[in-house]
């Protein structure tokens, strides 16, 4: 069973909508709030009204393919995680749906049950962690954005200074806005608010 992750739906895509409606049965059996779609357009529809968690796709469809519905998704929702799936996998697919699309997994049919609960579950943690964090840094400018991003990497004032081309001063009125605006209390913190961890 999938804990705690309820309040994200699952989408399934499949212009099979047998196959859909039994991939999304499957997920709820597991405790996953699931819905069946046959067409990318239903998806794109519910937006921004819905939180979705995961999708999982077939690639091969009609008007518009997994892939190509993949782009626009992430365009409109860069926190829903990306499942594929094919009847007719191909190494070529395999490594676009992971390298170019951003996929967790590629999953040939019929589903492996074990591999897609996994799968799954993966991608519910890694969208409500990417939530969490654009939550925490929406209220971020660009250039407190940017200070971030190298501090948790480690960057010293100093050094962050010298790669942005400003002053050690100015780096650390961004650093006491950000620790601010996101109620952390030192690096440990920010770190963790990276990673998308509680804090």
């Known amino acids: 069973m999938i804990d705690c992750m309820s309040d994200l739906l699952v989408a399934v895509l499949d212009d099979d909508a047998d196959l859909a409606a039994t991939v999304a049965r499957l997920l709820t059996r597991n405790g996953v709030a699931a819905r069946a779609f046959v067409a990318p357009q239903d998806i794109l529809a519910m937006l921004p009204d819905r939180a979705l968690g995961c999708v999982i796709s077939d690639i091969q469809m009609g008007e518009m393919d997994g892939f190509a519905f993949a782009d626009v998704l992430r365009v409109r929702d860069p926190a829903v995680a990306l499942v594929f799936m094919t009847a007719w996998p191909t190494t070529a697919h395999a490594v676009d749906a992971v390298r170019r699309h951003g996929g967790l997994d590629y999953l040939e049919k019929p589903i492996d049950e074990p591999r897609l609960i996994a799968a799954v579950s993966e991608g519910l943690a890694w969208s409500k962690r990417e939530r969490r964090i654009a939550a925490a840094t929406a209220s971020f400018t660009r250039r407190e954005r940017e200070v971030f991003n190298l501090l948790v990497r480690g960057h010293s004032n100093k050094e962050i ?21 996101t109620k952390t209390n030192g690096l440990a913190q920010l770190v963790a608010l990276s990673r998308g961890e509680e804090t």
């Open 161 to 181: 200074a010298e790669h942005l081309a400003i002053s050690a001063r100015t780096v650390e009125d961004h650093r006491a806005a950000i620790v601010a605006k």
